[in-house]
């Protein structure tokens, strides 16, 4: 038995992602080998080769892998195949564009964002909108799988795996890169953040989003969210949207401020260790799954609280 | 230049899904079922593109029951041209979909196929990018903003970290995220003229695709629900809690 993992890398830092795959990967079992996909990014297969338990840390690099082209990271991954029986990527929009294009590709069910590994062929995935639970088994050759990052620990340091120049693999074909606009924040990144402070429909307008909630993140170290209004309305950016189709996100401590509540957002975060509700609707159903509601106007009870924190 | 649209028909995302007490699905048994409203964006995109004088021929498509006919009315009425339903009562895994619709398309012939990212029941989000893959041909998937000029279609992504915007020459696969358009309602009228337009069923069998089931489902359970919680009444109150019971400030 082998699995191998893709690695979840930007501008060569490692992501976390990678590690909490590699957990899923040794409840699995077998031998563990990693593949770091991009440009410039042997730091990456550096901090890759010392996680616990990784046999061997492969690098694929090239532009087309750089922009994380679905075609380009397919075609690197699939003539690895012959080597594996799994395959595993972290759930991120990255890991979801090509993943189940090596499915198509291996003629195999893709088996997305599973939450538990219940044995080597039997998962566990949310669906409706993580209203419920599907256990599949697969009994196919090879299993290609997205791990939801927030479902499993980060795997340990301590490793000290050697790294294995792959090449490139044969690009990306006709689909070319043309731009990009990445936000560069110093805040930490949503899907792993240990706080996230998230803000709704309620704020009315992007300036008030950036008044309210994100002096409340700073204060506490934490990470920005929201919901799809507060998205769809130009509030803020769309890679902060927490829901089933935005990012699921697992905190210690999630802060939904002026949020309904609907079944599409607590989809996204409704596995947080803690929540806290700010809502003035004292029926919202957010409340039915906050461990702390505060039933008041925000406009007054975010200064407070920031004032409580001192 | 013609542009095809898979649709799918899922309960409604109003309605929420309780799982059988046998625990082998979900009970969609005199639910509210309705277009997977990334589906609804998908055909509002081919339909724009109709009216920009971009396509000619806007063709929708639905794996599904009889019931889709519903489905496929409701793209109709949004503006689609002719419909086609491959009739069939089984599930079918994103695999089986995404096959079936390369045998569609090899019949069809569109120029591009725009579709949903996920559908909100089975959320695979893998159909789309399957069927690139089984194709050849280029995928643009979460797409929240696409143009089409000459033999080219230029689309912007909803990535990890913010907006990609990535070029393909046609044919080529999109997928569409929340942010591409905002679906129209049909109005009456339209939905009446939707009755006369084509709609052609064809039985699955007909396209000779192995769409047999891969993986079992061993079970569909209610996921755990969390404890209920606590108001407090002032903020004060709450970072005294947070501090000292639960214990995450
Ligand atoms: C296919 C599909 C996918 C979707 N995916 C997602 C997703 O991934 N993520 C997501 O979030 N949504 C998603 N949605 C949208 C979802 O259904 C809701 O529409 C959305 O979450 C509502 O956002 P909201 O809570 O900010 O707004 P609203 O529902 O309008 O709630 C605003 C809340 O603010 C409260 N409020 C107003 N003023 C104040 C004040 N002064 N002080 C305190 N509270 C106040 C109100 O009482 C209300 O509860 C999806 C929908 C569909 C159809
Ligand atoms: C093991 C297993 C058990 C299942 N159990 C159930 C069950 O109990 N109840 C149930 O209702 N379903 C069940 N299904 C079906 C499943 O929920 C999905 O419908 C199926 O896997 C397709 O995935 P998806 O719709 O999430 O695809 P996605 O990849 O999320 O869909 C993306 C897009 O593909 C297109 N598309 C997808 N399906 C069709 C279609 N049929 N026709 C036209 N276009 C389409 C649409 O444009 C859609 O927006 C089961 C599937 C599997 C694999």
Redesign the pocket.
Known sequence: MAVLVIADQTGGALSDNTHKTVSAAKAIGGDIDILVTGKDCKSAAEAAAKIEGVRKVLLAQSDDLGHGLAEAVEAAVVPLMGGYDAVLTPATSQGKNFS?RIAAKLDV?HI?DIVEVVDASTFVRP?YAGNAL?T?QSSEAKKVITVRPTAFKAAGEGGSAAIEDIGAGDGAGATKFVTEEIVKSERPELTGAKIVVSGGRAMGSAEEFQKVIEPLADRLGAAVGASRAAVDAGYAPNDYQVGQTGKVVAPELYIAIGISGAIQHLAGMKDSKIIVAINKDGDAPIFQVADYGLVADYKAAVPELMSALG | MKVL???????DYNVKPRVKSDE???D?ANVKMSM?P??EI?VEEAVRLKEKGVVTEVVA????PAQ?QETLRTALAMGADRAIL?QTDA????L???K??KAVIDEESPNLVV?????????????????SALLGWPQASFASKLEVSGDKATVTREVDGGLQTIEAPLPVII??DLRLNEPRYASLPNIMKAKKKPLDTKDIASYGVDTA?????VK?AEPPKRGGGIKVETAADLVAKLKNEAGVL
């Open positions: 189940p069910s997305s669906i599907e599949v | 649209v898979p649709v799918k028909r899922v309960i082998t699905g979900v969609l997977n990334f589906c998908a498509v639905s794996i599904g889709a491959v599930d079918l895994e994103p089986a979909v995404a079936v619709l579709m949903g990212k996920q559908a909100i029941d089975g959320d695979n989000n893998a159909t789309g990018q399957m069927l997928t569409a089931p891969r993986l079992k489902v569909v």
